[in-house]
């Protein structure tokens, strides 16, 4: 298989872009893609384009793509996979980039969330990310669902609803340099505490915010790396996996069976294990996912979260920091943008670029996990090529 | 790169399947795929997937794959491009199958459309696949959209609105053996010019009907092909082409550049032109379509469509016949079906067990056009191996 490195990465501010729309948001990032290009890009080499975008009601995303960029002579695929569609988007990249059929790909994650002060995409987007049969009629919309996952884990493993602040304190702090996140002040495990609640165990500060943004990679082949940069960020592994979609069908709630899949998938094509990986982009919609995510991960062992980061392992200074950029729950979560934000970041930090820079970390990986905890998807990305 | 081969194929009955959902309808067509495969499979060699969906209503897209077939080891990957979707989803899975991640990969297109006699997604459909901001409002929805470039064409070319009545009385006499066919019934050029105007030049019998189906097809890896079959198809060329979304940005509405950037693509990667297509499928959403189709897909000269039809070429018996199967016209079109079960006929045809089969064809095409002509892929599919 054909080695993939990314060789560029840019993307617009995580906020509440009320006077911007889609096709505002996508020219942004890959304009500021293209500017971080070190040896240059012209914009004709590239040669196709994967997209990904969960909510927008904007119409035909593929062609919104092309067209806003004037990239009419391209092919642009939509991936969409519910909150796992970014790391989605760069895992179909990297195949058709492996396979020999284009040797520059673009990949873009958008999604314009926030209409206006009282209306939002959220309950498109809930619907198509669930059994609407089921789940959906029940209310089982991402707080509630994510929610029935927390609360069991807090009841089996030694984790308390202060180890899920920490999460949201730690992740406000990593928001705090960088320029792009939604969130940049920091809380108290006590205003975490006495948030108003949204659906128990979390309050309103365990919650990432809506968002809307757009972010964007150049995906290239190892034959053309060195026309671009001579500091390229290699595509190690790609991973997707999936699980029962309803929750009375979820055997175990307090593990994501989807996450440990994708990991294993990574893990197996980079060739290495969670032990190689210096730095982290975990999925923290909810301050709880982040906890079981390094469970399922292989960072901590099982119920071994809640003193993984009481360690501090995964504040950045610690082992492994773990959203260093501030997460979903601080730099902001725009679903379609989000895995390929994540990628945006961790080039940053490999290449020593970064906002929060964390020293002498050479291999990371991104994670998603959404579709009521029925898909995640995750990239193990390397300064060295392995 | 590493050459992909179609070793079974399978799909639902195209129609008005009210009683059925698409829980149902995914499983059934990849049961008859899996019943295809001569020398069997084992459901678990299946190591990935890629869904093609538009616009069913019933959530999550990769998950409902997944759960409905109890796939739930393996990735599966929501592609939506559109009415381009089917052939796109092709497209995914043979990247990813030529760089060698995997060796046998499923790909289902399916769609759930019409929800009860009164009632179907067709207005989210069309809220998909086109701008919002502007095309939409007007009522730019497909009919209409499409009738612009009819209109147009009828203008500037000799074909005349009999020439539109021929195909559709071309593609309904070819669905006449076809069980899986929605209109197995045959119609005349009076029938055609008289039916109730939908939008003009096209009456109701220039219009694609709406339809529920699913169609599934097994991708595998040169490697592996011979444990399966000893008469694969192979996957010769695949291409996608995009064009401006808005119909005020189309320089010129007889031509679907979308189309000839898609079939350039195809053509390139398989090392063929047109002339070597003996028999095709082409996206007859509405009569007209086909024909311009006929000249982007360099079956004949600009403005030669109303001759060549005219002639008898295209239908069956003829030298290069058009929708065998009935076509989107006939066989019925689930959007994000149509592609895969275009693919699922050329399977059929070039293996000699078609219904309405065409004899000593080696080489064909399938071609989806959509997103208001926006996007286009095309598959080119051969018995040899080239």
């Not at 873009?108 to 209409?115: I, M, P, Q, W």
């Not at 030694?158 to 990593?174: D, I, Q, S």
């Not at 320029?179 to 809380?187: H, T, V």
Request: with cysteine.
């Amino acid at each position: 298989m054909r080695r993939v490195a990314i060789v560029g990465a840019g993307m617009t501010a995580f906020k509440e872009h009320f006077a911007l729309g889609i096709k505002d948001l996508i020219p942004m990032a890959v304009s500021e893609m293209v500017a971080s290009v070190d040896k240059g890009l012209d914009r004709s080499d590239i040669q196709a384009a994967w997209f990904g975008e969960l909510t927008t009601t904007d119409g035909f995303p593929s062609g919104i793509l092309a067209d806003s960029c004037d990239l009419l002579d391209i092919p642009v695929t939509r991936v969409e996979n519910a909150c796992a569609t970014g790391n989605d988007a760069v895992r179909n990249a990297t195949f058709a980039v492996a396979s020999g059929a284009f040797d520059v790909a673009l990949v873009v994650g958008a999604d314009k969330v926030r209409e206006s002060s009282s209306r939002s995409t959220f309950w498109e987007w809930a619907k198509l990310t669930r059994d609407v049969a089921w789940d959906y009629p029940v209310g089982l919309v991402a707080p509630a669902n994510f929610a029935l996952h927390a609360a069991r884990y807090l009841h089996e493993s030694p984790a308390t609803r202060e180890h899920l602040a920490m999460v949201a304190v730690k992740n406000h702090k990593h928001a705090l340099p960088n320029p792009k996140a939604q969130l940049r002040y920091e809380i108290t495990v006590e205003q975490v505490l006495s948030a108003p609640m949204v659906v128990a165990p979390f309050g309103l500060l365990d919650c990432t915010p809506q968002s809307d943004g757009a972010a964007a990679l150049l995906i290239v082949a190892e034959d053309v790396v060195d026309r671009y940069t001579d500091h390229p960020v290699w595509v190690r592994g790609v991973g997707l996996g999936l699980d029962r979609v309803m929750h009375q069908h979820k055997a175990d709630l307090t593990t994501f069976p989807a996450t440990v899949k994708a990991a294993k998938a990574a893990y197996a094509m980079a060739g290495i294990g969670p032990a190689e990986i210096d730095l982290a982009e975990v999925h923290d919609c909810f301050s709880a996912v982040e906890l079981i995510s390094y469970e399922d991960l292989g960072f901590t062992e099982r119920f071994g979260a809640a003193a993984y980061v009481e360690s501090g392992a995964t504040t950045v200074g610690g082992a492994r920091p773990v959203n260093a950029s501030g997460g979903l729950k601080a730099k902001g979560h725009p679903p379609g943008a989000t895995g390929v934000a994540q990628c945006v970041e961790l080039f940053e930090q490999l290449r020593g670029e970064a906002s929060n820079q964390v020293d002498g970390a050479t291999t990371a990986l991104a994670h998603n996990i959404g579709g009521p905890t029925a898909v995640s998807a995750v990239t193990v990305l390397s300064s060295a090529k392995g």
